[in-house]
T-cell receptor
């Protein structure tokens, strides 16, 4: 099992550009979570999906952020337009009711200049 | 609502010292409790878990006991190593759902 796979590992972009982060969950896991981690705010849940359906997006900071899960093996988090304050590490995690635990990806370190 | 409160860091210990990181929780049901560890530059990894009261989770010399009477899940290790330097997160998950609630994390630095 390759675990949760995120890409890219690092992304540097200019303010105003569109950024797309990608996640492949563990096969068989039916829940997927997007988190953002910063020094100031710690670990924040942005959105989570059950069976590809968004359940709670109350953590999405504003309309510039959007997330999709077109199928059970792929999800994207998009920021358009990006701003310097979006700079953070973005983690994807997946789980199943049977697993009783999250598995996190290695994260995408986003820097917006 | 559900929440987790853990002791604030940073914590600095000498090698072979005893470690305790406090964690208390608030939950409406009967949650499972977890400790996650994040090494520098990496994602969070599950360290140990306990799914019901009085269970003890253990891994890599770390232990935590699910105490329902005190709503606590304190992390302990008898003798820390430099390689234990990391950020530790306490978390809970209601068994009826999949959402996790994380504490704010406690940074541990072990010096030789």
């Amino acid at each position: 099992d390759a675990g949760v796979i995120q890409s890219p590992r690092h992304e540097v972009t200019e303010m105003g550009q569109e950024v797309t982060l990608r996640c492949k969950p563990i096969s068989g896991h039916n829940s997927l979570f997007w988190y953002r981690q910063t020094m100031m705010r710690g670990l924040e849940l942005l959105i989570y999906f059950n069976n590809n359906v968004p359940i709670d997006d109350s953590g999405m900071p504003e309309d510039r952020f959007s997330a999709k899960m077109p199928n059970a093996s792929f999800s994207t988090l998009k920021i358009q337009p990006s701003e310097p304050r979006d700079s953070a590490v973005y983690f994807c995690a997946s789980s199943s009711l049977r697993a009783a635990g999250y598995t996190f990806g290695s994260g995408t370190r986003l820097t917006v200049v | 609502g559900d929440s987790v409160t853990q002791m604030e860091g940073p914590v600095t210990l000498s090698e072979e010292a005893f470690l305790t990181i406090n964690c208390t929780y608030t939950a409406t049901g009967y949650p499972s409790l977890f400790w996650y560890v994040q090494y520098p530059g990496e994602g969070l990894q599950l360290l140990l878990k306990a799914t019901k009261a009085d269970d003890k989770g253990s891994n890599k010399g770390f232990e935590a006991t699910y105490r329902k009477e005190t709503t606590s899940f304190h992390l302990e290790k008898g003798s820390v190593q430099v390689s234990d330097s990391a950020v530790y997160f306490c978390a809970l998950s209601e068994n009826t759902g999949n959402q996790f609630y994380f504490g704010t994390g406690t940074s541990l630095t072990v010096i030789p």
